[in-house]
């Protein structure tokens, strides 16, 4: 039922959805360009038309009081940002204690521009040996969906190449919040 629902509001609102899935149970699925706050309501409604159990991180301070039980049912784990205490490595080890994960991360962090992505989802997904499936929200034709699977190498700097000539022609609701798709260089 929550199904039709999504797919039904999605099309009454003029979204396409375009999925590919990789053919595992378990991997990261990150979602660009994030700039707006209708990115997280239009994402869960994407994800509803799937037969998936989605996991998503976000920020700590969007799970105080009853918003915690919320979110949390609806597969939101809670991030301290201001300290990283071996997260990819608890993460990765949720990876393997499981048969199905699907981990959803917004690698920019925030909505506002910023010049780097994090680089915490290709570690996570090296970390627990799964696939990195491209998801996007592109306003300018309206569309949303998983469309590219990329196997992590280890060479980060070749494979952020293929995730940022994929993201090059997608638009945000605000574009002008996008930044570029890179990397900080440690």
């Known amino acids: 039922m929550l199904n039709f629902f999504s797919k039904t509001i999605l099309r009454l609102l003029g979204w396409q959805l375009d999925i590919v899935l990789p053919k595992e149970k378990k991997f990261i699925l990150i979602g660009a360009p994030h700039t707006s706050n209708w990115d997280f309501p239009l994402a869960l409604l994407t994800f509803w038309t799937l037969d998936l159990r989605i996991y998503w991180i976000a920020k700590i301070q969007m799970f105080h009081g009853p918003l915690h039980y919320f979110f949390t049912a609806l597969g939101g784990i ?4 201001s300290s990283s205490h071996g997260f990819i490595d608890q ?9 199905e994960m699907v981990l959803t991360i917004a690698p920019e962090g925030t909505r506002s521009k910023t010049r780097y992505w994090k680089s915490g989802f ?11 499936c491209l998801g996007y929200i592109d306003y300018k034709t309206r569309s949303l ?8 190498t280890g060479d980060i700097e070749t494979d952020m190449k293929i995730i940022a000539d994929f993201y090059s022609n997608i638009k945000g609701k605000r574009p002008q919040n996008q930044g570029p798709v890179r990397i900080k260089n440690r």
């Open 78 to 81: 809670p991030v301290d940002r």
């Open 145 to 152: 969906g998983f469309n590219l699977i990329v196997y992590p």
């Open 122 to 132: 290709y570690y996570i997904a090296l970390a627990a040996k799964v696939p990195i």
């Open 91 to 99: 993460i990765a080890e949720k990876f393997k204690q499981t048969e």
